[in-house]
């Protein structure tokens, strides 16, 4: 017992499941107008679960992983991304990007 609420306080303090890729880095979160000049590669889900080991997920945190998530994706076939659609599944949030090559 005297182990486990360690355990758990360094799971919550620095857990990140994803972590940007280099590749992932030279992605950018764009909006339409500023894809408006781009070509359009194609389209990429992405979803994260909103509860982790009985633990809701900080919204921040929920949507860093999402980010990072599509950015390392597009990453094989763009440079941009622009959010087309966010729904939920349950307990995964889902989001939809068009990738862009700028």
Do not use: H
């Not at 622009?82 to 090559?101: H, P």
């Amino acid at each position: 017992m005297k182990y486990i609420i360690p355990l758990v306080l360094l799971f919550l303090q620095g857990c990140t499941w994803v972590e940007l890729t280099p590749r992932g880095e030279s992605v950018r979160i764009v909006d339409s107008t500023a894809a408006s000049d781009c070509a359009r590669s194609g389209y990429i889900f992405v979803s994260s679960r909103i509860e982790a080991g009985g633990f809701y997920q900080k919204e921040e945190r929920l949507n860093s992983q999402l980010e990072a998530l599509a950015r390392n994706d597009a990453a094989a076939s763009g440079n941009a991304i622009v959010l087309v659609e966010e729904s939920m599944d349950g307990m995964n949030r889902i989001r939809t990007y068009d990738v862009y090559q700028c």
